[in-house]
Structure formats: C-alpha cells, structure tokens
C-alpha cells in the first residue's frame, strides 16, 4: 500500500510524544506536514510547517489531531468537506453539539474516520476484550485515578483543568467497559467533575458496571484497572505495557480504513456515541 500522507494539526506536548513520531515512523503513513497555532512549534516536529490550514489540506488525503476537544471539532468538520480523512482523538469534541455537527460532516462526506481510544489497540486490551466475550458478562468496574492535574503535569492543560477526568479519561473507560460488557443504555454520575467521580453504567442486556474517575489524587496511586466478571469466570486487564507498540496499530488501522474502504469500528460516529454518554453524565454531575 502507497503511504497515506497525513497532515497533522497542532504541536503540543501530545503531537511530540505520539502523533508526529507515529505518522512519521509508520511504513503506512507518511506525515505529510503540521499546521499549529505556533508556527515555532510545529517546525520542531520534522515535517513541513504551513501557515494556513488549506495550504494543510492540499498536500494530504488525510488530517490527524492533536489539539484541544473544541478546536478538533471546529477543524474537522473543515477538514471533512475538503474530503480529508480523519484520525480523531478522544473526545470528539468539546459539547455534544459539536460532536454532532462533526459525525454529521463526516456521514455528508464520505470520508472515512478513526478515533484514538489508545487502550483499544493494545494487544492486552484485545485479549482482554476476547476473554469478555467468553464468560457471558454480567458485571464489571474500572478505576482511572492519577495526579494529572496537579502541578506542572504536561497533561494538565487548560481544558482538562476546566472539564476534568470526565471529558479526558472517561471517553477511555466508558468505551472499553462499552466493548467488554455491551452497549452503554444508561449512567448515573455522582461527584465532583474537577476531584471525584463515579459513575454506574447500565449496558445492554443487563450487564451493569461501575466506575471512579480521577485526575486530582496527590501522592502514589495504583495502576488504574478494569475487571469484568461473569457466569464461567472473569477478565482483568492488566496495567499498560510499555513495550506495547500500539501507536503502530492505529498507523496501521488507520491506513488501511483510507486505503480500502468498509470503515472502522472506532469511527467518528462511535465518538459521537461516547460523548452522549459523558454528556449525560456531566449534566448529572455537582458543579
């Protein structure tokens, strides 16, 4: 397969530690140049930098994202009518609203698109998500707790320090506990969207699970976890190898959706069905 040339949007800590050293490295895409706010910025990620983003648009076939929930959105729906495929992060944007309008853009289209759920193109979470599918599932819990918030983390950056770990770490475990025990139907959220939060979700089917979301914990923290059992045993998914090189899958997955057609599961419309849920949830949620 021809690489598939991707221009990347944004140069931000995230851009420098995945996005650009993925497109560059995959023998499947090629990055094909970065448009940023910080012109400066993009020219230390190695590829041509342009000053407009349609200057972007005519030396790719497709665009990738590395910036903040409501720029992604704003961008890609840009990029969708310019026929542009697109490689999304999570969320898919900043409000429902604007999820939509990029789903829809996409659906006009015809463009094909893919998001970054970083957990499901693991070799563990893959497993994790088979051996789910063999103990007839009924129930499960997840806890994704960390520091990121605090101090001078690279993560804790002005949208994260306003929406907190629902918008950025929910999106994660809401889909993997999706896959693993069925389509979410329902939430109920409790908390505090900037310390704690817990949600129940119901699947479909019957299934339930639960699930404790945090960026603000100081000191050492565990490894966040997920577990799922059912009738004929149960499935745990063990802390995140670093050896895993999942970044090359989405490369590749990614390639391939452009390449060949017939879409992928972790389409922008699955983002936009994850974001009615956190949406949901947040609406739920103490201010």
Not at 29 to 43: D, I, K, N, Q, Y
Not at 68 to 93: D, H, I, S
Request: net charge negative; with cysteine; aromatic share 6%.
């Amino acid at each position: 397969m021809e690489p598939v040339a991707v221009g990347l949007i944004g140069a931000g800590p995230w851009a420098r530690m995945a996005h650009a050293p993925m497109l560059a490295e995959s023998p499947h895409t090629r990055l094909a140049g970065v448009w940023a706010r910080r012109p400066e910025a993009a020219a230390e990620l190695g590829a041509p930098v342009f000053e407009r983003v349609e200057e972007l648009f005519e030396h790719c076939e497709a665009v990738a994202f590395c910036v903040p929930p409501a720029v992604q959105a704003e961008y890609a729906v840009r990029a969708a009518r310019a026929g542009k495929a697109l490689l999304l992060e999570k969320p898919l944007a900043d409000s429902l609203d604007a999820a939509q309008r990029v789903a829809d853009a996409v659906a006009e289209s015809g463009v094909a698109s893919q998001m970054v759920f970083t957990m499901r193109y693991t070799a563990a979470t893959r497993a994790f998500l088979a051996r789910c599918a063999e103990v007839e599932p009924f129930g499960g819990h997840a806890a994704n707790i960390s520091g990121a918030l605090l101090g001078d983390h690279p993560f804790a950056t002005p949208w994260r320090l306003e929406r907190g770990a629902l918008l950025d770490v929910g999106p994660h475990v809401i889909d993997v506990l999706d896959a693993a025990l069925g389509p979410v139907t329902g939430v109920r959220a409790h908390g505090h969207p900037l310390r704690w939060i817990g949600l129940l979700l119901e699947h479909e089917g019957g299934a339930v699970s639960e699930a404790s979301l945090s960026m603000a914990a100081g000191g050492d923290v565990p490894p966040s976890t997920i577990a799922v059992y059912g009738r004929t045993g149960n499935a745990v998914l063990p802390p995140r190898d670093g050896d895993d090189d999942h970044f090359a899958r989405v490369a590749e997955e990614f390639a391939a959706t452009v390449r060949k057609g017939g879409g992928h599961p972790l389409d922008a419309a699955h983002g936009l069905r994850i974001q009615r849920i956190i949406a949901e949830a947040e609406a739920q949620l103490a201010p």
